[in-house]
């Protein structure tokens, strides 16, 4: 019988040879991460559940980047101490302080491996199916029982198929086209579904841009987001591509929905305020004044995304009282980027540079808005508030989009500005 | 654990939402058994003191949609309900009811076949019968099941931790 990613992933786990859309199983996930957000109660359920003992320690990791350096006296530090101590009383020893933001630490690191299944406490934990590793976030709850028993159970989602054909164009990048997908199907498009990424597109893809793409994924709904792996999966996680050949779906797999995109058609692409499924073309959008432009993120605080924005702001000073504010996402990010002189470029240029973390994602330090402010940021999220006050505006866009938005004071379209450099 | 529930229908409709299950006004009741008390207290009014053990709630798509309030769960749950059969749930309602001891069962066609009041019969991992029709159920793996069983996911994994350091000891 033809499966698809999903179900081959959890099918390799359980040892269950038939599996169906609905089935409920129950796997051993291969690796735990919990952030500092959960720390304290997770340390909390734990107690109540009378767990001294964890399944296996060293399956799971802890991650301080919400709140680190902490940012608010008095609750940050609860969190930091909670996770200190679990580490401290389950030997835990996979703890990761301040070194980058979590989903980004998870491939580095390859704690999420092709084919296996991982999960932790964020939404956002579907990012790692750029990977091929079928990944999704739980309570606390939840991740108490399951790192006490190893065990957690799934429902077989059903599954939406995206055929990706061709090339970007130049200027358009990985955040137009999940926006794209996000602005068709709508932010519940894709409730407790599977979203499978196939076709010969998708070798055009980066592995950072299939992670920016499976990052927001989960802003349909979906509850996990996968690429299939190749050679490029193979070379990141320093594997045998005989080895991880078998994370793709089967070529009958039955999907509940078929969708196709031609890269070379993806526009540069917004999610405007509020709402990620309220996308617009940048031709609808650009012009638009933006006092504030980030970049950073799980979603967009990659090497590469650094690389896009220090290509365009190398030698140019960004727009006067413009703040711009870029945080790498890890610290292994942050010293390439130096390498490269992608952060003199950004200094040169007028930015500010912040430690990698969620930073301003989550509404952390630095540059959080005012009332009527207006910011194009590389995140994933434009919920009402999230980066300042209740009546500041959050844009969405692609780092290339930031970069010009960041020279010109207004949202532009990157494609206008690299054919006139070329 | 029991794997067969026999009951009245309870029927509701598409969309039941958390908030009508519990209205968030009462979300802040400390004893779980007083706030089950006003579970579906706007649609179903009579539900809390009417219901008995075994009783099984039919709804169509949807059910548990909304907020991710936990104690939607449990209301239903403490007022002697095991068994909740609809078109599709929420999921993070699908995910809760079961650690807080309430099985989901996803099936679609019995809605028709039954009407409110009606007396229904579920055969865990095998079937639904109801008016001399009988409508086929999936699999639910016994370690779930043990769970509802145990009173949900924090009681279940403190009597396995339980039984563990008992056996440790001796
Ligand atoms: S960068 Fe933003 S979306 Fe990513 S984990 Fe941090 S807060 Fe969540």
Request: proline residues 6%; positive net charge.
């Given at each position: 019988m033809a499966n698809t990613l999903v179900e081959k992933i959890l099918m390799k786990n359980t040892g269950i040879k038939h599996v169906e859309v609905g089935d409920i199983v129950i796997s051993h996930p291969d690796m735990f991460m919990v952030h500092d957000i959960y720390t304290p109660y997770l340390y909390e359920t734990l107690k109540e559940m009378e767990t001294e003992k964890l399944d296996d320690p060293d399956k799971v990791t802890i991650m301080f980047d919400h709140c680190l350096p902490t940012a608010v006296a008095k609750n940050d530090s609860v969190h930091y101490d909670a996770g200190i101590n679990l580490s401290k009383k389950y030997g835990i020893k996979k703890v990761h302080i301040g070194e980058g933001i979590c989903h980004t630490l998870m491939h580095e690191y390859h704690?999420?491996?092709?084919?296996t299944v991982v999960t932790a406490t964020d939404s956002h934990t579907t990012t790692y199916g750029g990977g091929g590793c079928f990944c999704t976030g739980i309570g606390t709850a939840e991740m108490g029982a399951a790192l006490t028993t190893g065990e957690l159970w799934f429902k077989i989602p059903s599954a939406i198929k995206v055929i990706l054909k061709g090339k970007f164009k130049k200027g358009v990048y990985a955040k137009d086209l999940i926006e794209t997908i996000l602005g068709d199907i709508?932010?519940?498009?894709?409730?407790y579904k599977s979203i499978e990424f196939t076709g010969e597109?998708?070798?055009?893809?980066s592995m950072e841009s299939r992670y920016t793409i499976c990052n927001m994924g989960l802003e349909a709904g979906a509850k996990c987001a996968l690429f299939p792996a190749d050679e490029k999966t193979a070379e990141y996680f320093d594997m045998d591509l005989k080895d991880i050949e078998w994370v793709k779906p089967d070529e009958d797999a039955k999907y509940e929905r078929t969708l196709e995109y031609d890269?070379?058609?993806?526009q540069p692409s917004l999610s405007c305020?509020?709402?990620?499924?309220?996308v617009h073309g940048i031709d609808e959008v650009k012009g638009k004044k933006v006092q504030e432009v980030y970049i950073g993120s799980c979603t967009n605080g990659s090497i590469e995304d650094l690389g896009v924005a220090a290509n365009i702001l190398k030698n140019k000073k960004i727009a006067p009282y413009m703040k711009l504010i870029v945080v790498p996402a890890s610290n292994t990010i942050f010293k390439q980027a130096i390498e490269l002189g992608y952060i003199q470029t950004f200094i040169e240029a007028g930015g500010v540079i912040s430690h990698p973390s969620c930073a301003l994602c989550c509404g952390m330090p630095y540059g959080l808005l005012s009332d009527d402010e207006a910011i194009l940021s590389t995140a994933n999220r434009n919920f009402?508030?999230?980066?300042?006050?209740?009546?500041s505006l959050i844009y969405l866009g692609s780092p290339a989009i930031a970069a010009v938005t960041a020279l010109n004071g207004e949202i532009s379209d990157p494609r206008e500005y690299l054919e006139a450099e070329a | 654990m029991e794997k067969v529930f026999k009951g009245r229908v309870w029927k509701m409709g598409d969309d039941i939402d958390t908030d009508t299950i519990i209205p968030g006004r009462r979300g802040t009741i400390p004893e779980m058994k007083e706030m089950g008390k006003y579970a579906f207290e706007l649609l179903r009014p009579e539900f809390a003191s009417e219901s008995k053990d075994g009783d099984i709630i039919v709804g169509g798509k949807n059910f548990g949609c909304g907020f991710s309030r936990e104690q939607a769960a449990s209301v239903i749950a403490i007022n002697g309900i095991k068994v909740v059969i609809a078109k599709s749930f929420a999921r993070i309602f699908f995910r809760n009811a079961f650690n807080k001891g309430l099985i989901l069962i996803e099936s679609d066609g019995v809605q028709d076949a039954c009407k409110d009041g009606d007396t229904m019969e579920v055969e865990l991992n095998k079937c639904i019968r109801v008016n001399g029709q009988e409508f086929p159920v999936k699999k639910i793996p016994d370690n779930l099941l043990q769970i509802v069983e145990d009173g949900g996911l924090i009681e279940s994994i403190k009597k396995r931790n339980r039984a563990l350091k008992q056996r440790e000891v001796n």
């Open positions: 704690y999420a491996k092709p084919g709508r932010s519940d498009g894709a409730q597109g998708v070798k055009n893809i890269l070379g058609d993806i305020p509020q709402g990620v499924d309220n009402i508030g999230r980066m300042g006050t209740k009546k | -």
